[in-house]
């Protein structure tokens, strides 16, 4: 999934290449936010684990592993499987580490079918405010597909607004690859009711599509991404934990409010220490200044 290598078509908004190594100051602060000197920081209630990160340590110990993440400091979480948990009893896990969901990923063809109702039901049980649908079959990956998709994401996104909840919709890759001369992802930010349906914008997946520069968006279509998924890129292309890699989170940041920026998932697809990797992540995010 994170294979590749950076191309010229995407450095322009990937940043200057930090490497592992320059990413975190002797003192312990990130070298990007010590460059910038900014006053801005991610409020901590803002800062949350994408728990599709945790998935191996998920499946062995549900509540352990959110305690863990409790005590690393972490606010958030957005629910990525339930390992045979309930939504109950995960709301209750979560409410006895005073961790808060705030979405749950839940998939295409449940938010397009009769499972709407139910999967809404669910995400207030886990007191998120967010449906997400984390993507779509490759059966749509054109212009007409993407345009069906986005008229079934304002039938869905209808109803999740009557259910007091908003949907969203998290990128891949090819979702901004740009097929006969128009942007896949513009698409659905074009054909989409604002008021019904928002986006969970992954920025590895936006940097590695090479077409959407997130601080860009942030500025051309406002308010509409209420969540983020903060995922690093190593110099080769590869996941990084949050701050050793070489997207400048700064740059992205610095228009997170005009985007409607309200939270800061970490994830990593595919970390060797699930636990490290969200230590160093949240370590970067809580010092940051942008």
């Known amino acids: 999934m994170g294979g590749g ?23 312990g602060t990130p070298a990007s936010a010590a460059g910038r000197r900014g006053c801005r920081r991610i409020p901590p209630s803002g800062i949350g684990m994408h728990l599709y990160t945790m998935r191996t340590p998920l499946a062995a110990d549900f509540a352990g592993t959110l305690g863990r993440l409790a005590e690393i400091g972490y606010a958030t979480v957005g629910v990525s499987g339930r390992h045979g948990n309930s939504p109950a009893a995960i709301r209750q896990m979560l409410d006895a580490v005073r961790l808060k969901a705030v979405l749950e990923h839940v998939g295409y063809d449940i938010v397009t079918g009769s499972g709407l109702p139910q999967a809404l039901e669910d995400v207030h049980t886990l007191g998120g405010q967010w449906i997400v649908v984390p993507s779509l079959p490759g059966s749509l990956h054109s212009p007409e597909g993407y345009r069906e998709v986005a008229r079934q994401f304002n039938r869905a996104g209808l109803a999740a607004r009557e259910s007091g909840l908003k949907l969203l919709y998290h990128n891949h890759g090819s979702d901004h690859e740009v097929v006969d001369g128009v942007s896949l992802y513009d698409i659905l930010l074009a054909e989409t009711d604002p008021e019904l349906v928002g986006f969970e914008l992954d920025l590895y997946w936006a940097a590695e599509g090479g077409s959407s520069d997130p601080g860009e968006l942030f500025i051309r279509h406002p308010g509409r991404f209420p969540a983020l998924h903060v995922k690093d890129m190593a110099p080769n292309g590869d996941f990084a934990d949050v701050g050793s890699g070489i997207l400048d989170f700064p740059a992205m940041f610095d228009t997170a409010r005009q985007g409607g920026v309200e939270q800061w998932l970490v994830e990593h697809d595919a970390p060797a220490d699930p636990f490290a990797s969200a230590r160093t992540s949240y370590r970067y995010l809580s010092q940051l200044r942008y």
């Open 5 to 27: 290598t950076v191309n010229g078509t995407r450095r322009a908004f990937l940043g200057t290449a930090l490497g592992a190594a320059a990413a975190v100051g002797l003192a």
